[in-house]
């Protein structure tokens, strides 16, 4: 089946220590996207890549930094980690940009920082 | 700014119907979306309007007034499995999407 799949599920660092969190899709959509959601909170958009353009949302922490070196994935870095970034990190595809595409999410990765 | 209101969370009953309503203000508007998320894990799309009206898919209706800002999603004949939290996202003006922080609704039998 055509999919979104992050690894790790569940990833464990420790304070400033760089981690990376890995994302691939078997849909070949032309856009991806980072997101970060903590508990009963919105998703927070961090990224998207139209193809091989990166966007960076505004307020996104220069401590986190994204890479896409084909259109299958899609890597986020964590330069430093602190305590506030314990989140979820979900990954999305979406088949094009603007419109009614809807986006397809992955499993996630749980971050916690220790 | 832009704005999404939801309410944090709802009970309903088995069986039972159940609205859950979004209202928001953004910088212009080309969509909104309505996910589904259940606990720990990623959200699932339900819904898609762009236009004024009802929008129905099985158990599941959403509807739209764009003068009013105005959304709801119907459960109908509500299910155990559907205890998640409900996401509203309004595409604006960019083509970003403006998330809610969504309902967590709890279903009881």
């Known amino acids: 089946d055509a999919m979104v799949i992050q690894n790790p599920r569940y990833q464990v660092t420790q304070f400033g220590k760089p981690v990376t969190l890995s994302c691939s899709q078997t849909?070949?959509?032309?856009?991806m996207y980072w997101y970060q959601q903590k508990s009963s909170q919105a998703p927070k958009l961090l990224f998207h890549?139209?193809?091989?353009?990166f966007n960076n949302e505004a307020d996104t922490p220069d401590n986190f930094q994204s890479r896409r070196p084909n259109t299958s994935f899609c890597f986020l870095d964590i330069r430093s980690p602190g305590l506030g970034d314990a989140a979820m990190y979900l990954c999305?595809?979406?088949?094009?940009w603007g419109g009614g595409y809807e986006q397809y999410f992955g499993p996630g990765t749980r971050l916690t920082v220790t | 700014g832009q704005n999404i209101d939801q309410p944090t969370e709802m009970t309903a009953t088995e069986g039972a119907i159940v609205q859950i309503n979004c209202t928001y203000q953004t910088s212009g508007f080309n969509g909104l979306f309505w996910y589904q998320q259940h606990a720990g894990e990623a959200p699932t799309f339900l819904s898609y309007n762009v236009l004024d009206g009802l929008e129905e898919k099985g158990r599941f209706s959403s509807f739209l007034s764009r003068s009013k800002g105005y959304s709801y999603l119907l459960l109908k004949e509500l299910q155990m499995k559907d205890s998640a939290s409900y996401l509203c996202a309004v595409l604006d003006s960019n083509y970003q999407l403006i998330w809610g922080a969504g309902t967590k609704l709890i279903i009881k039998p």
């Open positions: 890549y139209y193809d091989k353009d």
């Open positions: 849909l070949n959509h032309n856009v």
């Open positions: 999305a595809t979406s088949s094009d």
